[in-house]
Structure formats: C-alpha cells, structure tokens
C-alpha cells in the first residue's frame, strides 16, 4: 500500500512539474505576436535607425526579459496597463544596450543625420567617426547622472536638446577643426 501511494505521490509531482513547465512557456506563435506589436515602437528616436536585423535583436531582448518576468503568458495578455508594460520594458533595453556599449549612441544621432545638420562634415571614415561617438559618450556620461537621464532628456526635454547639441558641436571641433557659426535672424512684430 505505501508503494502504491508513493508511487501515486511521485507521478503526480510529475505532471504537476510537466504540467507547469509547459503552461509556463511561451510558445513561438506567442513570442512572434509580441514581435510584431514591438514593431509599433519602431519611430521611436533610438530603434528608427536600427538596420532589420538590429530591430529583431532588440525585440527578441525585448520579448525575452517579457518572458522571463511573466512566464505564463495569458497573465500577460491580460495585464492591465500592458501597453504601458511593454513601453517599460522597450524603454529598458534600450538604456541597457546604451549602457552596454555608448557607440549604440549612433543609432539616437545617426551620422548622415549629424552630417545634414551640419555638426559633422561629409566623407568621414569609420575611425573617425567612431572618435566622435566616444568624444560624445563621455561628455554625455558626464553630464547626465544616469542613462535613463539621459533617455529622458532624448525624449522630452528640449533644453537638454541644446545642451546635447552643444556637446556633439564640441567633439565636432575638438576632433575635425569644424566649427560651426550659427545665423540667428531675429524677427520683431
């Protein structure tokens, strides 16, 4: 009798762990669905850049830190405020790759978008460009407290425009002997 009960015991942990495991992971299907709503972040300053594979490396960081934090997916699905969640955890990643490697600051400020703004000339090569990404990574690193600081201030704060301007203008001159003059027409009623 104890034998039969034990081995009753032990077969229903077993497909109570089976059971779980499977409820608990997020199916193909399920991941590409959250994929594609991701893509709806895509005219966000830092990921309008990304090449098409950059974005699938980022929306799967994306959908791998979801699935890690809400293992089952229909409590997901059914978060409220789960536009908002999703937001957060775009938001995140983004600091985090910014955090890993300042150099993913050219995904925020592009080069040819820093060309036709006139802070950097035309025709440079990789290495100095990349000069100019690390002048600029310092000084920003510098400035602000914290990524997410920073982040905030890309997508908020127009003053903070002007400071981080100022700083990329800097390297600008500082590396390449390229200034700037800016013509202010000022118009009185």
């Known amino acids: 009798m ?9 077969a229903a942990i077993a497909v109570s762990v089976t059971g779980c495991s499977k409820e608990r992971k997020w199916n193909e299907m399920e991941r590409e669905k959250l994929r594609r709503e991701l893509r709806a972040y ?4 830092y990921l309008e850049n990304l090449a098409e594979a950059e974005f ?19 409590t997901f699905i059914e978060l409220p405020g789960r536009g908002d969640t999703v937001e957060v955890y775009v938001v995140s990643t983004i600091v985090e790759e910014l955090n890993a490697n300042p150099h993913n600051m050219r995904n925020i400020y592009p080069y040819p978008y820093l060309v036709e703004e006139g802070i950097l000339p035309a025709g440079l090569n990789h290495q100095a460009q990349r000069a100019f990404y690390d002048c600029f990574s ?14 905030n201030a890309v997508i908020g704060d127009s003053s903070s425009q002007d400071a981080l ?25």
């Open 2 to 10: 104890k034998k039969f009960l034990l081995f009753i015991t032990m």
């Open 42 to 45: 895509r005219d966000m300053v």
């Open 138 to 151: 310092k000084k920003v690193k510098r400035y602000y407290p914290s990524t997410q600081a920073f982040f």
């Open 165 to 189: 301007t100022d700083m990329q203008m800097q390297c600008a001159a500082d590396l390449f002997d390229w200034g700037i003059e800016i013509d202010e027409t000022v118009v009185f009623d």
């Open 56 to 74: 699938n490396d980022f929306s799967g960081n994306v959908v791998e830190a979801i699935e890690v934090d809400y293992p089952v997916y229909t």
